[in-house]
C-alpha cells in the first residue's frame, strides 16, 4: 500500500498500534532501558534543579510522546537512587548488598581482602544453596579464568560443577585484580574454609600457570586436569601445523594404554620434528593433566570442554 502524504502512514500505523496494543511495549521490562546519552541530558537538567516529572516531560517532547520514550520515570528515580548510593563508593554498596544478603541467608559466605592503597582487590561469596550443592556434587569443581574483565579491572571467575541430572551447579564466585599465585592461593582457600573444609577428587582449568601452583598448593590431592580445548587451542598457536593438531587430538583423546601413548607420541614428534620445542616438552611433561592414557579411572563428571563455561560467562554478560 502506497500513501501519497508520509503523514498519513504514520497515523495509520499509530491507529493501528493502539488497537493491537503495540503502544504498550515499551513499558515491558526487556524494552526498558535509559541510554548513557539520557542519563547524561538527565544529570545536567538536574544540576540546574529541574525535577524529575519536568526531565521526562523534556525527553518525551523531544522524541514525539510519552509512548515513544524508552523508559519510565520510575526508572529515572531508580536510576538516580542508585547514583546516591554510588556517592558513599562502589565497593562500600557491594558490601552493604552482601550484608543484606547475609541478614537473610545466615549461611551467607564472604570474604575479601584489601591490596596497596587501601583498594579491594579480592572478592568471594558464595550462598547456602551453593555450599549444600557442593556437599552433594562437589567431587569435581572446575572455574575458568579467561572472562574478560569488568569496568573495575577485576576477573570474575565462576566456581562450578554438574549433580545427578548433568546440570550445572555454581559454588561460588570470586573477583580477583591480580592474576597471581597469591591472589588465587587465598581464593582457593577462601572457598576450602567456606565448604567447611572439603577438598574436591578433581579440577578442571585452563592451565594458567599461577592457578596450577595454588591448585597444587591448597588441593594437592586433587586430579588435575586441563580444558581439552584449551590445550588443542595452543597447541594450534604454537606449532602451527594442521597434522601435528590433528595427531596431538588423537594422543590426548584416544583410549591407548600408557606404553602405546608413548610410542605414539615419540613417532609424532619426531616425524614433525618438534621433539626439542620447549613448550612442546613442557606440555610433555604435563601429560598426566591431559593424556587419557594416564587419567583413566579418574572422575570427572563428563567435563573436558569450556562449553559450560561459555555458557556461564554468556549469562555474566547480562550483568557487566
Not at 541530558?41 to 521526562?56: L, N
Not at 562437589?138 to 546440570?167: C, E, M, P, R, W
Not at 606404553?259 to 619426531?270: A, D, P, R, S
Request: proline letters at 2%; a neutral charge; charged letters at 20%.
Amino acid at each position: 500500500m502506497e500513501f501519497s502524504d508520509p503523514k498519513q502512514a504514520v497515523r495509520l500505523y499509530e491507529e493501528y498500534s493502539r488497537v493491537r496494543g503495540f503502544e504498550f511495549v515499551e513499558y515491558l521490562p526487556s524494552h526498558r532501558k535509559i541510554s548513557d546519552v539520557d542519563i547524561a541530558h538527565m544529570d545536567s537538567m538536574r544540576q540546574v534543579g529541574i525535577s524529575i516529572p519536568k526531565i521526562y516531560e523534556s525527553i518525551a517532547a523531544q522524541v514525539g510522546g510519552y509512548n515513544r520514550v524508552s523508559f519510565t520515570k520510575r526508572d529515572m528515580y531508580n536510576k538516580v537512587r542508585w547514583h546516591r548510593a554510588l556517592q558513599h563508593g562502589d565497593v562500600n554498596v557491594v558490601l552493604s548488598a552482601l550484608a543484606n544478603a547475609a541478614r537473610v541467608d545466615d549461611r551467607m559466605f564472604w570474604q575479601y581482602e584489601v591490596g596497596i592503597g587501601n583498594h579491594m582487590c579480592d572478592l568471594f561469596w558464595s550462598d547456602e544453596r551453593s555450599q549444600e550443592d557442593y556437599k552433594l556434587f562437589g567431587d569435581v569443581l572446575t572455574f575458568d579464568a579467561t572472562y574478560g574483565q569488568s569496568k573495575y579491572n577485576l576477573l570474575v571467575i565462576v566456581f562450578f560443577g554438574v549433580n545427578h541430572h548433568n546440570q550445572t551447579c555454581v559454588f561460588g564466585t570470586t573477583m580477583v585484580f591480580y592474576e597471581s599465585q597469591a591472589s588465587y592461593v587465598w581464593v582457593l582457600t577462601k572457598f576450602l574454609e567456606c565448604m567447611g573444609g572439603k577438598s574436591p577428587t578433581a579440577i578442571i582449568t585452563d592451565g594458567d600457570r599461577s592457578m596450577c601452583l595454588a591448585i597444587q598448593q591448597v588441593f594437592p590431592e586433587a586430579h588435575h586436569r586441563l580444558y581439552a580445548w584449551h590445550l588443542i587451542r595452543n597447541v594450534t598457536t604454537n606449532v602451527c601445523n594442521p597434522r601435528f593438531t590433528f595427531l596431538f587430538r588423537h594422543c590426548m583423546l584416544a583410549n591407548f594404554e600408557v606404553g602405546e601413548f608413548e610410542m605414539h607420541w615419540q613417532i609424532m614428534v619426531e616425524e614433525y620434528g618438534t621433539s626439542d620445542h620447549e613448550w612442546v616438552k613442557d606440555l610433555y611433561t604435563k601429560k598426566s593433566s591431559w593424556a587419557m592414557a594416564y587419567i583413566r579411572g579418574s572422575f570427572f563428571a563428563g567435563i573436558r570442554t569450556t562449553s559450560r563455561c561459555e555458557s556461564l560467562h554468556a549469562k555474566l554478560g547480562h550483568f557487566f
